[in-house]
T-cell receptor, first 115, second 113 residues
Framework: KAGVTQTPRYLIKTRGQQVTLSCSPISGHRSVSWYQQTPGQGLQFLFE???????NKGNFPGRFSGRQFSNSRSEMNVSTLELGDSALYLCASSLGTSGSRGTQYFGPGTRLTVL | SQELEQSPQSLIVQEGKNLTINCTSSKTLYGLYWYKQKYGEGLIFLMMLQKGGEEKSHEKITAKLDEKKQQSSLHITASQPSHAGIYLC?????????????WGLGTSLAVNP
């Protein structure tokens, strides 16, 4: 089975721009979570989607948004980029049920640099 | 302070030596996950522990869950350069609708040949 894929792998943007990152989960997985990882803060939870619905949301400003499509693929969008948004963005998929998430499997990440 | 503390923060060992990494929660654990990450890459799932006293092994890596201490340990036997990387623990805390997944800051492991 193919693993979780994320595109693009690397991205350079300037302050004020917006960016969209894409994640394709493992086939059959219905739950997708997004994380931001920085050296100082570690892994910070952004949001979780299950069957096209946002199930959980972390403590990030409204500039960070996401969605999930009917094929379970997910996108996250960051508008009005700030220097502090530079980070590795990780997507994780799991089988998921209406009541639980299950073990998460991570993609390789998208390295975003904001200049 | 962190809800999930990992220790040590970093570790340098000689190839062939054994080592242990600890992950301690300030809240009741409902599940504990161990992952390994190479710098700048995604996390690779190692194992998941759910029951107190549970112990799992994968190749030379063994993880145990001490439910009473709300702690898990990851032990590597006869370390090799391929074991180098960042080890992260994640934990399910909270019950029912309050359940959430929290993460430690990671332990960076270097293995000298």
């Amino acid at each position: 089975k193919a693993g979780v894929t994320q595109t693009p792998r690397y991205l350079i943007k300037t302050r004020g721009q917006q960016v969209t990152l894409s994640c394709s989960p493992i086939s059959g997985h219905r739950s997708v979570s997004w994380y931001q990882q920085t050296p100082g803060q570690g892994l910070q939870f952004l949001f979780e989607y299950f069957s096209e619905t946002q199930r959980n949301k972390g403590n990030f400003p409204g500039r960070f948004s996401g969605r999930q499509f009917s094929n379970s693929r997910s996108e996250m969008n960051v508008s009005t980029l700030e220097l502090g948004d530079s980070a590795l963005y990780l997507c994780a998929s799991s089988l998921g049920t209406s009541g639980s998430r299950g073990t998460q499997y991570f993609g390789p990440g998208t390295r975003l640099t904001v200049l | 302070s962190q809800e999930l503390e990992q220790s040590p923060q970093s570790l340098i060992v000689q190839e062939g030596k054994n080592l242990t990494i600890n992950c301690t929660s300030s809240k009741t654990l409902y599940g504990l996950y161990w992952y390994k990450q190479k710098y700048g890459e995604g996390l690779i799932f190692l194992m998941m522990l759910q029951k107190g006293g549970e112990e799992k092994s994968h190749e030379k890596i063994t993880a145990k869950l001490d439910e009473k201490k709300q702690q898990s340990s990851l032990h590597i036997t006869a370390s090799q350069p391929s074991h180098a990387g960042i080890y992260l623990c994640g934990a399910d805390i909270g019950a029912g609708n309050n359940r959430k997944l929290i993460w430690g800051l990671g332990t960076s492991l270097a293995v000298n040949p």
